[in-house]
C-alpha cells in the first residue's frame, strides 16, 4: 500500500519561507502527477501545484504563482513544494496527493 508523508510545517513570520515534503513509500514519482493541496480552517480543500510526471512541467494556483515552487526527486521518492514570501492567507494544511492517496498533512501557520 503507498503511503505519502508530509514534513517541514511549521510557525513562520510573514515574509518567510517554509520547504514542504512529500515522501513517498514507493517508487511512483516519476510515473504520477503529485500535487500539493491546501485546508483553511472553515474552507474548501484546494489545489496549490502539481508536477507532471516525466516532463516535470509544473501548474500554479493563481494565488501563490511566483512565489511557490513545486519541484521533485525521484531517486528519493519526494516531492517538495517551496514556499517564498508566504502571507498570513497562507495558513492551513498542506496536503501531498498522488493517484488518490493523501498524506495526513503538515500545519503551516503565517503569522502576521
Known amino acids: 500500500q503507498l503511503a505519502l508523508v508530509e514534513s517541514g510545517g511549521g510557525l513562520v513570520q510573514s515574509g518567510g519561507s517554509l520547504n514542504l515534503s512529500c515522501l513517498a513509500s514507493?517508487?511512483?514519482?516519476?510515473?504520477?502527477?503529485v500535487s500539493w493541496y491546501r485546508q483553511a480552517p472553515g474552507k474548501e480543500r484546494e489545489l496549490v501545484a502539481k508536477?507532471?510526471?516525466?516532463?516535470?512541467?509544473?501548474n500554479y494556483a493563481d494565488s501563490v504563482k511566483d512565489r511557490f515552487t513545486i519541484s521533485r526527486d525521484n531517486a528519493r521518492n519526494t516531492v517538495y513544494l517551496y514556499m517564498n514570501s508566504l502571507k498570513p492567507e497562507d495558513t492551513a494544511v498542506y496536503y501531498c496527493?498522488?493517484?488518490?492517496?493523501w498524506g495526513q498533512g503538515t500545519q503551516v501557520t503565517v503569522s502576521s
Open positions: 496527493s498522488v493517484a488518490g492517496i
Open positions: 508536477i507532471e510526471s516525466f516532463e516535470d512541467t509544473a
Open positions: 514507493g517508487e511512483i514519482y516519476n510515473s504520477y502527477v
